[in-house]
């Protein structure tokens, strides 16, 4: 399984920005995936679990506000990212973990053995 973000970039405060991860060799029975960003000068922080299914859990901070999509048919994931702060600016890293029938069963980022390499968003105010 190979990941590769893309859509990052500089908005204003309030703007919206749409990221992808493109899935190469992806079974949606073999894995569940996860969008996570890291802060500067804070841990990575996981967002979004999206299960084989498409089945979404979101962390509080971005209920309402993100949006994860899993399109198994182009084996893309999406995040759609709307009402960003400057709270929002980080690297952004799409993430897989092996998981029977495409399952989310860990919320541990260690637990999580693929990810792409990142995609920067900025936001200013």
């Known amino acids: 399984l190979r990941l590769e973000e893309s859509g990052g970039g500089s908005v204003q405060t309030g703007g919206s920005l749409r990221l992808s991860c493109a899935l190469s060799?992806?079974?949606?029975?073999?894995?569940?995936l996860a969008w996570v960003r890291r802060r500067p000068e804070k841990a990575r922080e996981g967002l979004v679990h999206?299960?084989?299914?498409?089945?979404?859990s979101y962390t509080d901070s971005v209920k309402g506000r993100f949006t994860a999509s899993l399109d198994n048919n182009k084996n893309v994931l999406y995040l759609q990212m709307k009402y960003l702060t400057p709270e929002d600016t980080a690297v952004y890293f799409c993430?897989?973990?092996?998981?029977?029938?495409?399952?989310?069963?860990?919320?541990?980022?260690?637990?999580?053995?693929?990810w792409g390499k990142g995609t920067q968003v900025t936001v200013s105010s």
């Open positions: 993430a897989a973990l092996r998981s029977d029938f495409g399952y989310c069963t860990s919320n541990d980022l260690g637990d999580f053995h693929y």
């Open positions: 060799e992806y079974t949606p029975t073999n894995y569940c």
């Open positions: 999206v299960g084989g299914d498409g089945m979404t």
